[in-house]
């Protein structure tokens, strides 16, 4: 498998009131979905809504229509909460519920995984081992990656125990505390590693009134992000595909890391939004490095008359042209 190939980087949802306008053009064709649009951009995306509300069949069948024509695109669904976070109650109606609106998913290998996410509060116990034994066995048929958020489950043992169970151990990027699970690069499925980055929103993760968009909002830094290029690597040596999903989702930040990602790990000509690269400002400083021989990195694409266009920036073109102009016989460098 080529290296290209080896990495899915997405982020997690789609669908933000914030994103408009930054992410989203504020003027869209009929044909314009925020899904499709986004396919144009990354690899794969995480499925939050199933954690609130088991999907329909119909829905997932709406997903794969969508990204009909990205033949390489994935889904991760997450799974339904009453599962993760009530941990008590649920009935085997859920459970069978839960699988047949993803069937479709997994039907035409657009399925990467589903993600079991638990809470902070949820620690390392022989009953919780038990209950996390007991969903792995419901949930057997999918690839399933598993997400726990303290740090009494860092432990070689844990590692095994999900080995046994063919369970891809999540790694993550949180904010650290004293009892949180730290940076990582452990794989324990050969299939495929999974990274999650939240972001490091140290005032407002355990803050009691901070909404979701207060507790995700975080830009990664490129020499954070230079960490976790590392570790996705040591990760891609143990694993035949890893996925990337970035949750620091407000006002579009997630996209943003998501495409440094992506340029950083594998050195890709990369398609940026219009939008985010006129509004944004990492995108704005990574342009103006790219006028130093890297122009040709960034593509724009945009929205006209209900259907997308793709075309280079106009004024990345004409400065690549000067830049042509001064330095005759060079080659522009592209990482």
Not at 209 to 219: I, Q
Not at 284 to 295: P, V
Not at 302 to 323: F, I, R, T, W
Request: glycine share 6%.
């Amino acid at each position: 498998m080529s290296l290209m190939n080896r990495y899915y980087v997405g982020t997690a949802g789609w669908s933000y009131e914030d994103w408009e306008g930054i992410v989203y053009p504020p003027v869209k064709g009929r044909s314009f979905h925020p899904l499709e649009y986004l396919a144009h951009f990354i690899d794969i995306v995480e499925i939050n809504s199933t954690f609130y509300r088991p999907a329909s069949p119909g829905m997932a069948y709406s997903w794969l229509r969508r990204v009909q024509a990205f033949a390489r695109f994935l889904f991760t669904v997450k799974l339904l909460q009453v599962f993760t976070h009530q941990r008590k109650d649920f009935s085997q109606k859920e459970v069978d519920e839960f699988k047949k609106g993803i069937e479709p998913l997994a039907v035409k290998q657009r399925l990467a995984a589903i993600l079991i996410q638990f809470p902070w509060s949820f620690h390392d116990s022989a009953e919780n081992r038990d209950y996390l034994e007991r969903l792995f066995k419901l949930f057997a048929e999918f690839p399933l990656a598993l997400e726990v958020r303290h740090g009494s489950w860092d432990r070689p043992d844990f590692h095994e125990f999900l080995k046994e169970h063919k369970v891809c151990y999540c790694n993550i990027d949180q904010p650290v505390f004293s009892n949180s699970i730290k940076p990582s690069a452990i794989v324990t499925n050969p299939l495929f590693s999974y990274v999650r980055l939240h972001g490091r929103n140290y005032k407002d993760w355990f803050r009691e009134e901070a909404g979701r968009d207060d507790r995700y909002n975080y830009l990664y830094t490129t020499d954070e992000l230079e960490d976790w290029i590392k570790r996705i690597k040591k990760l891609a040596e143990g694993s035949d595909r890893v996925f990337i999903i970035t949750n620091n989702h407000y006002r579009g930040q997630a996209l943003a890391n998501a495409l440094q990602i992506k340029n950083m790990l594998t050195g890709e000509k990369l398609q940026v939004p219009a939008t985010m690269l006129e509004k944004y400002p990492v995108l704005k400083e990574i342009a103006r490095k790219l006028e130093k021989g890297q122009i040709d990195l960034f593509e724009e694409k945009v929205e006209a008359g209900g259907s997308d266009v793709e075309k280079q920036g106009a004024s990345a073109k004409d400065k690549d042209k000067k830049d042509k102009e001064k330095d005759k016989g060079k080659k522009g460098i592209g990482q």
